[in-house]
T-cell receptor, first 116, second 112 residues
Framework: GAVVSQHPSWVICKSGTSVKIECRSLDFQATTMFWYRQFPKQSLMLMATSNEGSKATYEQGVEKDKFLINHASLTLSTLTVTSAHPEDSSFYIC????????????FGPGTRLTVL | GENVEQHPSTLSVQEGDSAVIKCTYS??????FPWYKQELGKRPQLIIDIRSNVGEKKDQRIAVTLNKTAKHFSLHITETQPEDSAVYFC???????????FGTGTSLTVIP
């Protein structure tokens, strides 16, 4: 099946710094990718839709200036958590549909962010 | 936007028994309903899905039913095994490569 990777798999950073997380579709092109956030023992909450070549669409309540999303190519979307704080510590997961018209999506392995 | 509710939040069953997890959704435009199994710290794994033009789908020990009129769908696992223990999430989407909205999750424990 299709493969989506994320890098890094885990990261620890100091409060106030910025962290970039990459999501790559390895064997298919993804014009759209999705970013989710998952706190311990909670569900996956959709943060934003990443659109190749255009601005991301953010869900209500998600600060677009804090969570910067860039989808510069058909195989790469990045999420930058700016001025990270301990409350941003979470598991961030991306997903991508195999094609624009397909229902099935492929998830990345996730990135564990810990902000000290 | 879409709101997906899931029950129960925790479920314990004896090995060999059946487990049922239920979800409701709010957006009548949703027409794709996948179920995911997630182990701690790992990505969600698709276990079964159903589209709105189908009322039931089965894959070995796993089945999903959909009542589009009532806006609810359920996951049924028969002959449960200890390796079925995990967190299960339902989701709803309008399909066609659009975003998923997930339920709150069910932690299933199968007791040997």
């Amino acid at each position: 099946g299709a493969v989506v990777s994320q890098h890094p798999s885990w990261v620890i950073c100091k409060s106030g710094t910025s962290v970039k997380i990459e999501c790559r579709s390895l064997d298919f092109q993804a014009t759209t990718m999705f970013w989710y956030r998952q706190f311990p023992k909670q569900s996956l909450m959709l943060m934003a839709t990443s659109n190749e070549g255009s601005k991301a669409t953010y869900e209500q309540g998600v600060e677009k200036d804090k969570f910067l999303i860039n989808h510069a190519s058909l195989t790469l979307s990045t999420l930058t958590v700016t001025s990270a704080h301990p409350e941003d510590s979470s598991f961030y997961i991306c997903s991508a549909p195999l094609a624009a018209s397909t229902d099935t999506q492929y998830f990345g392995p996730g990135t564990r962010l810990t902000v000290l | 936007g879409e709101n997906v509710e899931q029950h129960p939040s925790t479920l314990s069953v004896q090995e060999g028994d059946s487990a049922v997890i239920k979800c409701t959704y709010s957006d009548s435009a949703s027409n794709y309903f996948p179920w995911y199994k997630q182990e701690l710290g790992k990505r969600p794994q698709l276990i079964i899905d159903i589209r709105s033009n189908v009322g039931e789908k089965k894959d070995q020990r796993i089945a999903v039913t959909l009542n589009k009129t009532a806006k609810h769908f359920s996951l049924h696992i028969t002959e449960t095994q200890p390796e079925d223990s995990a967190v299960y999430f339902c989701a709803a989407s309008i399909g066609g490569g659009n975003q998923f909205y997930f339920g709150t999750g069910t932690s299933l424990t199968v007791i040997p």
